[in-house]
Nanobody, 116 residues
């Protein structure tokens, strides 16, 4: 099983980034997918979640209107489009797969740094 994140990097405040997560080794379309993040000295927090078929999404309050989660089940990919980035969005972003009552998987994370 693998979840491999990509797309992180350094961006200026107000800029945009698109994170990608490539899944393999499990039945991707059976799993809800989420993005989490963890800033230095803080607990890991959920950023956004999308249901297995992509019919429903949910966001943390501070990300609503700025971030968009999406998925492509044919490609086994999940994405996080991040706009209007702020310095407080600086964190390691993790991809997470969950099938309730069955299994959960984590990726290794990708660093996002928002700084001028």
């Amino acid at each position: 099983v693998q979840l491999v994140e990509s797309g992180g990097g350094l961006v200026q405040p107000g800029g945009s980034l698109r994170l990608s997560c490539a899944a393999s080794g499990f039945t991707f379309s059976n799993y809800a997918m989420s993005w989490y993040r963890q800033a230095p000295g803080k607990e890991r927090e959920v950023v956004a979640t999308i249901t297995s078929a992509g019919a429903s999404t949910d966001y943390a309050d501070s990300m609503k209107g700025r971030f968009t989660i999406s998925r492509d089940n044919a490609k086994k990919m999940v994405y996080l489009q991040m706009n209007s980035l702020k310095s407080e969005d600086t964190a390691v972003y993790y991809c997470h797969a969950l099938r309730i009552g069955v299994r959960a998987y984590w990726g290794q994370g990708t660093q996002v740094t928002v700084s001028s």
